[in-house]
């Protein structure tokens, strides 16, 4: 069981020592983020789902991943990718490929018929940033942004050391 929080050892004064509502705030905005992108991707009429968009997204960046890279860049198991990929193609929107150097792996190619979709797609995105930022100053919204990156960064340097 964790100690109370008046049972902590008191983090020494240039330290800052979070407790339990920083947790619960991140839990609650990334929970919030989540079922907005759902409202906004029903409401835009592209057919894609948040599930469906994460893998798009990804092949934005890196397309012509492997199916395995894939699955690990998304996490998510194989066997369901799989079946979001089936959807997927069944839309046009992407194609699987046998990769040339090796005929077991399969490369997941973005298609023409995603650039149909590219636009609501991103109204749909920008329409939830601008409204989780409402009322923020142009330089409050430059500190969050650089507060973000430095947790980010700190989550990643933790994950390297400890790998």
């Known amino acids: 069981m964790p100690p109370s929080i008046a049972s902590r050892p008191k983090p020494p004064a240039s330290r800052v020592q979070p407790d339990e509502t920083f947790g619960w705030l991140h839990h609650d905005v990334y929970r919030l983020f989540r079922k907005a992108w759902a409202r906004r991707l029903q409401a835009s009429g592209t057919g894609i789902n948040p599930a469906k968009s994460r893998i798009l997204a990804e092949l934005r960046q890196r397309d012509g991943i492997t199916q395995t890279e894939l699955a690990d860049c998304v996490e998510m198991e194989k066997a369901p990718l799989g079946r979001l990929l089936d959807s997927l193609e069944e839309q046009g929107l992407i194609e699987r490929r046998n990769d040339p150097a090796d005929r077991r792996v399969r490369r997941v190619y973005l298609m023409p018929p995603i650039d ?13 940033f ?34």
């Open 116 to 128: 149909e979709i590219t636009a609501g797609l991103w109204q749909a995105a920008f329409g939830m």
């Open 130 to 163: 601008e409204t989780s930022v409402r009322g923020f100053t142009p330089e409050e919204y430059a500190q969050l942004m650089n507060f973000l990156e430095r947790i980010k960064a700190n989550l990643q340097e933790s994950e390297e050391t400890e790998a």
